[in-house]
């Protein structure tokens, strides 16, 4: 059985993700400016890229860890049921942290995690995600940070993944089927 065949159009340039994260970045240090030390942590494995694009651009001092949380698998869809695959190594319990998620889309995922971790006392919580798909929201939930909204196109590129498939592209790319046979 072959999978169904696609190309992918570039929905957002990887100079305009650059432009992005610099701003981003810019407003991140002005709430954190001051802080002992910022624990960014990066939800794997979507966000891999941007967290390290991110922390580069931000001039504070940084601690990065990651936790790994499931709601897609190999799909396309998400399951609304949040796992968490891998916790962080570290305590976050009165430390300002930052968590980095790739997209928000059902919001499920972003609003577990962000409960998780609050429940841990960090003394600041915030979050921010590349891309967001607000048609999509199931959750009453939104990001501190957004880099871009976009509609609800099945996207892939800088750490995002179809299948495993294509996190190595430098921008975000919009997934179209081929007709044919699957």
């Not at 810019?26 to 967290?51: A, Q, Y």
């Not at 949380?69 to 976050?92: C, P, Q, T």
């Not at 957004?146 to 996190?167: L, W």
């Not at 190595?168 to 919009?174: D, S």
């Amino acid at each position: 059985m072959s999978a169904r065949p696609y190309v992918i159009d570039e929905m957002i340039s990887a100079k305009a993700i650059a432009a992005r994260i610099e701003a981003l970045c810019r407003e991140i240090h002005d709430e954190f400016d001051g802080t002992d030390k910022l624990v960014v942590v990066g939800l794997l494995r979507g966000s891999f890229v941007f967290i390290a694009d991110l922390v580069r651009e931000l001039d504070l001092p940084i601690e990065v860890d990651f936790l790994e949380a499931s709601s897609y698998g190999d799909g396309m869809e998400s399951s609304r049921e949040v796992r968490i695959l891998k916790d962080l190594r570290g305590a976050i319990e009165g430390r300002d942290v930052l968590v980095v998620e790739d997209i928000v889309d059902t919001g499920h995922t972003l609003n577990h995690v962000t409960r998780l971790l609050a429940s841990r006392n960090p003394a600041r919580l915030k979050s921010i995600a590349l891309l967001d798909k607000p048609s999509r929201r199931e959750v009453d939930f939104k990001a501190d940070w957004t880099g871009f909204e976009i509609p609800d196109e099945f996207v892939v590129g800088y750490g995002i993944d179809f299948a495993q498939r294509n996190r190595n592209l430098p921008f975000i790319g919009k997934v179209r089927f081929i007709d044919g046979p699957a």
